[in-house]
């Protein structure tokens, strides 16, 4: 089974930079979709970014777009969510899983499981 670890959290103001990564262990991940999803207090989780395996085709919810930027690097075995222009709605916890890309539809987790995620913070 494989375990992915978030870090990179943080307390920013708002205009900000974060970047997080998301570094998997016990299997490689360059076959699978990557992606990130937040959840914010009283809300449900929802999907901010994904990334397919090879790191060609990206995705991003339509609150990110233009801000966050989604990558990958399968030799290192870990995905980054570069965040800038940091907004206060953006304030969640963060967390990665894979995912499944299909055309026209929302990427959603591949798995049910999820680790620890990682806070972000956005000060105004």
């Known amino acids: 089974q494989v375990q992915l670890v978030e870090s990179g959290g943080g307390l920013v103001q708002a205009g900000g930079s974060l970047r997080l990564s998301c570094a998997a262990s016990?299997?490689?991940?360059?076959?699978?979709?990557m992606g990130w999803f937040r959840q914010a207090p009283g809300k449900e989780r929802e999907f901010v970014a994904a990334?397919?395996?090879?790191?060609?085709?990206?995705y991003y919810a339509d609150s990110v777009k233009g801000r966050f930027t989604i990558s990958r690097d399968n030799a290192k075995n870990t995905a980054y969510l570069q965040m800038n222009s940091l907004k206060p709605e953006d304030t969640a916890r963060y967390y990665c899983n894979h995912a499944v890309m299909v055309p026209g539809t929302l990427p959603v987790p591949l798995f049910d499981y999820w680790g620890q995620g990682t806070q972000v913070t956005v000060s105004s």
């Open positions: 990334i397919n395996g090879g790191g060609e085709t990206t």
């Open positions: 016990g299997r490689s991940i360059s076959t699978y979709s």
